[in-house]
């Protein structure tokens, strides 16, 4: 099974964020400037796809979904991770008489909302691009429905400088543009990933890999698993790696990431097999040996039940719709309980 060893190589990785940001493959950026002058307002529908946006000057309104709309200001940047509907506007009482929107899947230099003729009051960058369709329901898991980092918040200043990049490099397309715009999203994508929220008051606590990236013996445990997939894992030999027994690793692992430990290992085996079958064209006992089972038949039941797919029809999937729209059940993330089978 050397074959399938030398493919896992590049998956083998201690750093789960960057194993993730691996997966996803992102790529496509298309980013336009957004302006607005006297009082507007502006609906979008869902579209499903990551977006972001950087403000530039100036400050508007958005409301994400049916949630409260929250003041976004200069310097501040927002990530959402499925871009649901939202409404945006200049002021409070603008934002109840929104005008109905879609997205332009085309570049533009500009996009004006409000008075057409007057100097711009808002001014910022926003833009959006795509992830592998195999594996890109795992962000929505990893990261709230918004992340709003504030110009004074750590990272933000990174962050600014990110996003300044990426709107230069798709707006004045280079030569090497696009390996270059794939690795500033891919840091973009870590940088949003390493943010923590400000802490509230009465608030329940982060669940999911985030937070137990930042549990020092959860983090340990996740950086096993990353690092050695194929490994017959067992809830006592993570414990013991940890330093704790096995009742008290699997509760702690449950309250921290909320599912248990042997289900995080399935949902990480079922990524990487995922990406195998659609990328490398590897046969079902290779995908099987590269993540730890025995047997191919042991692989092909346990895919089944959890993608609800069998690999072998996961593998011939129609292509034509790799934009991230193609029928194949994909689990939405490695940590959350809703979404994958038993």
Request: with cysteine; hydrophobic share 45%.
């Amino acid at each position: 099974m050397a074959i399938s060893l030398s493919f896992m190589r590049d998956r083998l990785n201690s750093d789960p964020l960057a194993a993730i940001v691996a997966l996803l493959r992102p790529r496509t950026v298309l980013s336009k400037f957004v302006s607005g002058a006297g009082s507007w307002a502006v609906q979008y529908p869902n579209y499903g796809h990551p977006s972001f946006a950087l403000m530039l000057e100036g400050a508007c309104w958005l409301s994400v979904e049916s949630a409260e709309p929250f003041l976004m200001e200069a310097g501040d940047y927002v990530l959402l991770p499925a871009t649901p509907g939202f409404r945006m506007g200049s002021d409070l009482d603008a934002l109840e008489r929104p005008t109905l929107r879609v997205a332009e899947a085309t570049p533009v230099g500009e996009v004006r909302h409000g008075i057409q003729e007057d100097e711009a009051a808002v001014r910022m960058l926003g833009g959006y691009f795509l992830f592998d369709p195999t594996n890109a329901p795992l962000l929505v898991g990893l990261l709230p429905t918004v992340v709003h980092i504030k110009a004074n918040d750590p990272g933000a200043e990174r962050l600014t400088w990110i996003a300044r990049a990426i709107g230069e490099e798709s707006t004045t397309p280079r030569a090497g543009g696009d390996a270059i715009l794939t690795r500033l999203v891919e840091v973009m994508l870590i940088e949003a990933m390493r943010w923590r929220p400000a802490p509230v008051h009465d608030a329940a606590p982060l669940a999911g890999l985030l937070a137990g990236l930042a549990d020092a013996r959860m983090s340990k445990a996740l950086r096993l698993i990353h690092e050695d997939v194929s490994r017959r894992w067992t809830i006592e030999a993570l414990g013991d790696a940890v330093g704790m027994s096995r009742a008290a690793f699997a509760a702690r692992f449950m309250q921290v990431l909320g599912v248990p430990p042997m289900e995080y290992v399935l949902r990480w085996r079922m990524a990487l097999a995922k990406d195998m079958l659609w990328h490398d064209g590897l046969s079902l006992g290779e995908v099987a040996h590269g993540i730890g089972y025995q047997s191919a038949s042991a692989f092909s039941a346990a895919f089944s039940r959890s993608v609800g797919v069998s690999p072998s029809a996961f593998a011939r999937a129609d292509r034509t719709t790799a934009s991230g729209d193609r029928p194949v059940p994909v689990e939405a993330s490695l940590t959350t309980n809703n979404e994958m089978g038993a």
